[in-house]
């Protein structure tokens, strides 16, 4: 099972972009999936998590009414839809996947990531 995530660059402060994560595993639509990112020298922060169904979502504070996560089962798909960012907001972006279908906090909850995807918002 693999998890990949793809949609990062380079963008204004302010701007937008939207993450994904495809995952090639048969336990995605019974899975919670969410978002992390780590910043050089800093823990890795969640910042958004998905139910197996899709009806329940959980955001850190830092981003809530600003990111977006959703889910295409069809698709086997994540998606992460960011607005308004900052620069201090500039991180490798990573997926991950849970074994259970309610999404967790804690990266230690998370038993399959992606690689990573930079993003970063310049000033």
């Known amino acids: 099972v693999q998890l990949q995530a793809s949609g990062g660059g380079l963008v204004q402060a302010g701007g937008s972009l939207r993450l994904s994560c495809v995952t090639s595993?048969?336990?995605?639509?019974?899975?919670?999936v969410a978002w992390f990112r780590q910043a050089p020298g800093k823990d890795r922060e969640f910042l958004a998590g998905i139910h197996a169904n899709g009806g329940i979502t959980h955001y850190s504070d830092s981003v809530k009414g600003r990111f977006g996560i959703s889910r295409d089962d069809a698709k086997n798909t994540v998606y992460l839809q960011m607005n308004r960012l900052k620069p201090e907001e500039t991180a490798v972006y990573y997926c991950?996947?849970?074994?259970?279908?309610?999404?967790?906090?804690?990266?230690?909850?998370?038993?399959?990531w992606g690689r990573g995807t930079q993003v970063t918002v310049s000033s």
């Open positions: 991950a996947q849970r074994s259970g279908p309610y999404p967790t906090t804690g990266p230690l909850d998370y038993i399959l």
């Open positions: 595993g048969r336990t995605f639509t019974t899975s919670a």
